[in-house]
Structure formats: structure tokens, C-alpha cells
């Protein structure tokens, strides 16, 4: 089936740093031309965007709510998006999703089924 997988979560100390990683089952990220972003689901607080790469590999992030500590990076040898989180905080603590767009502007063409990220000492 065609979704995307992400991988990379787990459970962090606070200051902390990791990278998620997101690759596409049945089709490919990079060959497809898919511009991919990464959200995130807080307890208590909607889901929210958090950066946008486009499939030439242009960071867009001026739409999205987080903001700070994350970079992200399309890894073309391994035809993935990574999202790098830095000093990692309590707040951080949810599950993140990928999603495959045609466009950083456009609608949702296919969801990971997301990876928990858990901040704690």
C-alpha cells in the first residue's frame, strides 16, 4: 500500500537532540517529486505544522506554528525527510507525522502513521 513511514522516535532526556525520519512505501519521496511535512500531535493542543520541505529541497516554514529548534533536510541517498529536533524539552512530547503534498501550500496526499517522541528525564 502507498503510505509513508516514520522512524526515529523514542524516549529523550530534556536538552536532548534526535532525528526523525520519513520514507515512502510503494512510491518514492524524491522521484515522485513529493514535498513533505512533518507535524505533530501535543496532548492537549491541536495538531500543528511544524516545517515544510518542497520536493527541490527549499525549506518553508513561515506557515507553521513551531518554531525554533528544528531543522529539516531531504536526504537524497536514502530518499527520506529528516526532521532534527534540538535541545528537546518536556513540551516536545507527542507523536509526529510526515505527510506527502505535491506542493508545501497544498492538501495532504498521503499520512505516516506517526512516531512518539517522549521527553523525560
Known amino acids: 500500500q502507498l503510505k509513508l513511514v516514520e522512524s526515529g522516535g523514542g524516549l529523550v532526556q530534556p536538552g536532548g537532540s534526535l532525528r526523525l525520519s520519513c520514507t515512502a512505501s510503494?512510491?518514492?519521496?524524491?522521484?515522485?517529486?513529493?514535498?513533505v511535512s512533518w507535524f505533530r500531535q501535543v496532548p492537549g493542543k491541536e495538531r500543528e505544522g511544524i516545517l515544510c520541505?518542497?520536493?527541490?529541497?527549499?525549506?518553508?516554514n513561515d506557515r507553521y506554528s513551531v518554531k525554533g529548534r528544528f531543522t529539516i533536510s531531504r536526504d537524497s541517498v536514502e530518499d527520506a525527510v529528516n526532521l532534527e529536533i534540538d535541545n528537546l524539552k518536556a513540551e516536545d512530547t507527542g507523536v509526529y507525522y510526515c505527510a506527502a503534498k505535491h506542493y508545501c501550500s497544498g492538501a495532504v496526499d498521503y499520512w505516516g502513521q506517526g512516531t512518539q517522541v517522549t521527553v523525560s528525564s
Open positions: 510503494g512510491f518514492s519521496l524524491g522521484l515522485d517529486y513529493y514535498a
Open positions: 520541505i518542497s520536493a527541490a529541497g527549499q525549506d518553508t
